[in-house]
């Protein structure tokens, strides 16, 4: 099905007699195929308000992600959360829609200093699992009027409505960006210096760690990019290089798009933590390839497709330390035995399955997607 | 403002429900003399009052689970309060409920610098929380006006902003995990030290939730590195429309200060009787603050003003130094005071779009003839979160009112042009009548699902955020 307009998806859900699969673009979609007719939101598309005076965006689910950007680009603004292009991470095709984007809660490197999508997310309008129409927050960036089902919205992966229209502020592009880079980092040194770059007053807008190299980016106007580069290499000592403008753009492509796992077997884990324990979590995986963001707060692994793609002792090291690990990519047999998504402590899974089954009554949309 | 009946039955069974307290908790932090439980009849909307059954002060989570598991199986309504600096009543009292107040809870439990957070009992107060991690170079972003008083636990309910949320969001963006204690005193942790929820964004949705959901005892809480400098730069205009174009053009130019201000010619009148700040006598003054180190303040306020100027401002006033900038801040900061000088004020705080800022101002201008109160405008420009000042005589029979209905109509003019009720302030009971203006019946059934799943018996706060017309079936389960 692919309704044309909110109305028709509100009466197709209404006339829905079993399982119900939620398509954007299909590119993001976490966890093992599912059954259920498929529900695209495709034809829900469109910019409708563009307002770059008031930092606002408003557009239809189903309109593309690049659709979004360009607009964007023309205001010479942009998404200020760096969208992941999973494509190539997950065998996908297709066009990324900006409903699925939000439902996902899609939110790449500068995450650590704009907050993740569900930060710039205002306003939304969706279907729940009954056919009703319901919007929540607005086109206005401070709201707080009545509970903010926005955030709840944010990451649920379709399984408490079908979103139709979807909010956001957004933020100027900077000028220039630059990034300082250093090789041959252990783990725990890198942790240290990206805690130190990350506590600086020079607004770092993205950290990494990759193959042994530390990544460290700085955005903004041409002059204050060049002091604060300078002021953070100063701080940080010898033995950091500095990479400029477009070179320095494909550097945090490779970090956002998680690309050197592309076109590699294996199952891989997207594991958020506090930053610090990230060399402890590395100790726990084997056989595995990482790639860290966030200043190590999160660690993409690939690791071997087979077993429980060592879910056991990754989930049982977070029990300890905090954090949750969601498996976005492995084969039927590992998710035939391991959740996608981190289980919860039994009272929270409660809520939320007590909140799914207020939302979606009969259980249809995305069903099992989440627990 | 209509609340709910008192339950007499309730009323009656007080020695019953205040000995269970007493069983839990420390003789001091059970208050149940009915003079001495006046002291939170009201927060800082003063106009209602109502002193409540019983307060509480717990000091621990587990105190708090045990009061809450008392009023849960007593079938006591249970209103959460910080430190009952609310503008919307969020922590007023009814008579037949049990205060529970945080205040005495507020130590730092852990200060993290190297992954950015310090973790709070909730009771803390938000100017505590910087005051905690500064001489380390850090600070906590959301900075309501309020600051020096108001408690973690009512910025997480209200999800409070500040002057400077254009650059580092509200309470909601800079939360990263709660310890809630549910009605039925179960206690729950929610996020922590890491970013985003593995599942369901759960405390996305118990930010802003006026206590409703849960009693929020302790907070994670981002912390930033403290900038090198800041600095504002003070412009006035001869129209409130050339003002907002000025707000609108250094946005599209990519610049993003940490703060933009507004002040109308009322205001800026009543500030300067009162602060002295020496600001221009004109239509409407801006205050844009900016940061970084010296050059990067330099390079941003350069191109500031030359925008500014393109719009012919009548007055043009760069900070030299410390002194001029707190000058330039003095009376920004004095506003609300000064006008408070001038009469009691009911103070709103609706957000609209930033383009419709001169139109709206024009309309509240209009209506302020017509209801013959006078109104004066302050509020952050840059994200349309407008903060006008309704001036009424409380000792002139029918004048509350009157500003009520005139604070009722700026408020449906906010949502007519596409904003909303509450930029930062909360429902509580001051705009819970109008949440019908803003939302349609399926779009609050959603909201009251949440609630319903956190706190099925609707024992927690229960008189706000919606309509008591809304919620009647649901409050007399």
């Given at each position: 099905m692919k309704p044309a307009n909110e109305m028709e998806l509100s009466e197709a859900i209404r006339g829905a007699n079993g399982p119900l699969r939620i398509v954007g673009g299909g590119t993001r979609a976490i966890g093992p195929d599912r059954a259920g007719e498929v529900l695209e939101t495709?034809?829900?598309?469109?910019?409708?308000l563009y307002e770059p005076g008031a930092l606002t965006i408003v557009a239809g689910a189903g309109t593309p992600l690049a659709e979004v950007e360009a607009a964007l680009d023309g205001g010479g603004?942009?998404?200020?959360?760096?969208?992941?292009?999973?494509r190539g991470l997950l065998g996908r095709s297709g066009a990324s829609t900006i409903g699925g984007v939000v439902a996902a809660n899609g939110s790449g490197p500068r995450r650590i200093q704009a907050g993740a999508c569900r930060d710039s997310l205002i306003g939304v309008r969706f279907v729940d699992g009954a056919g009703t129409i319901v919007k929540n927050g607005g086109r206005v960036m401070k709201n707080v009027t009545g509970y903010d089902l926005v955030k709840l919205m944010a990451g649920s992966h379709g399984t408490l409505g079908v979103l139709t229209e979807v909010a956001f502020k957004v933020l100027p592009r900077p000028e220039v960006e630059a990034t300082l880079t250093r090789d041959g980092v252990d783990p725990a040194a890198a942790v240290a210096a990206m805690a130190q770059a990350l506590g600086s007053?020079?607004?770092?807008t993205g950290a990494a760690y990759f193959g042994g190299q530390i990544r460290l980016r700085i955005e903004g106007m041409i002059g204050s990019v060049a002091y604060r580069s300078g002021a953070l290499r100063k701080l940080l000592g010898a033995g950091w290089d500095v990479v400029e403008a477009a070179q320095s753009a494909i550097l945090w492509r490779e970090i956002r798009d998680v690309a050197p796992f592309m076109g590699q077997a294996g199952a891989v884990w997207r594991i958020s933590i506090k930053p610090s324990d990230m060399p402890q979590v590395l100790a726990v995986l084997s056989q595995a390839q990482t790639l860290c963001d966030w200043g190590g707060g999160l660690i993409w692994a690939l690791v071997p497709d087979a077993g429980d793609a060592q879910a056991g002792a990754l989930r049982g090291a977070l029990a300890a330390m905090g954090g949750h690990a969601t498996l976005v990519r492995a084969g039927a047999a590992v998710y035939d035995t391991t959740p996608a998504f981190h289980p919860e402590p039994a009272a929270l899974a409660t809520l939320s399955k007590t909140l799914r089954a207020k939302f979606d009554p009969r259980g249809i949309l995305n069903p099992g997607m989440m627990g | 403002m209509e609340m709910p009946r008192i339950d007499a039955a309730i009323v009656a069974r007080k020695p019953a429900i205040v000995a269970a307290l007493q069983e839990v908790l420390p003789p001091d932090a059970v208050i149940f003399d009915e003079i001495e439980v006046r002291a939170y009849e009201c927060d800082a909307l003063t106009a209602y009052r109502c002193p409540p059954l019983a307060a509480v002060l717990p000091r621990t989570t587990a105190e708090v689970s045990a009061v809450l598991r008392i009023c849960h199986k007593m079938g006591v309504p249970v209103v959460p309060r910080g430190a009952g600096t609310s503008l919307a009543g969020g922590a007023l009292p009814t008579g037949d409920c049990v205060i529970l107040g945080v205040a005495r809870m507020n130590g730092v439990l852990e200060t993290d610098y190297p992954n950015r957070f310090i973790r709070v009992q909730s009771g803390r107060t938000n100017l505590s929380v910087t005051g905690a991690v500064e001489s380390d170079g850090f600070f906590y972003a959301?900075?309501?006006?309020s600051q020096l008083a108001c408690a973690i636990a009512g910025n997480i309910a209200m999800n409070s902003g500040g002057a400077?949320?254009?650059?580092?969001?509200v309470t909601t963006n800079n939360l990263l995990g709660v310890t809630l204690v549910q009605m039925d005193g179960t206690v729950l942790e929610i996020g922590g030290a890491h970013f985003d929820a593995g599942g369901l964004d759960l405390l996305g949705v118990i930010c802003g939730s006026e206590g409703q959901l849960g009693v929020v005892t302790e907070a994670t809480l981002r912390i930033l590195p403290k900038p090198e400098g800041a600095r504002p730069v003070l412009m006035g205009f001869d129209s409130n429309e050339v003002a907002g174009e000025c707000v609108s053009d250094i946005i599209k130019a990519g610049i993003l200060p940490v703060a933009i201000e507004f002040m109308d010619r009322p205001c800026i009148e009543a500030t300067e009787a009162f602060a002295k700040a020496g600001y221009p006598m004109c239509e409407a003054l801006l205050i844009v603050e900016v940061e970084g180190s010296k050059a990067e303040i330099d390079e941003q306020l350069a191109l500031i003003i030359e925008i500014a100027k393109r719009h012919n401002p009548v007055e043009l006033r760069e900070a030299a130094d410390e002194d001029q900038a707190k000058r330039i801040w003095l009376g920004r900061k004095s506003a609300f005071g000064a006008m408070g000088q001038i009469n009691d004020y009911m103070c709103l705080d609706g957000t609209i779009p930033v383009s419709s800022l001169p139109y709206v101002l024009r309309r509240i201008g209009e209506m302020s003839k017509q209801y013959g109160l006078a109104v004066g405008n302050v509020f952050h420009a840059g994200d349309g979160n407008m903060h006008p000042l309704i001036l009424y005589d409380a000792n002139k029979p029918g004048d509350l009112e009157l500003c009520e209905a005139f604070g009722a109509d700026v408020l449906k003019l906010c949502v007519e042009v596409g904003g909303c009720l509450t930029g930062e302030h909360g429902v509580g009971i001051e705009k819970r009548d109008l949440m019908k203006v803003q939302f349609a019946p399926e779009d609050m059934e959603a909201q009251l699902w949440v609630k319903d799943v956190f706190d099925p018996q609707w024992l927690l706060n229960p008189a706000k955020v919606f309509p008591l017309d809304v919620t009647a079936s649901r409050r007399a389960v």
């Open positions: 495709g034809a829900l598309s469109g910019i409708s603004q942009r998404l200020p959360f760096e969208v992941p292009d999973l007053p020079y607004e770092v | 959301p900075d309501p006006s400077h949320c254009l650059k580092y969001g």
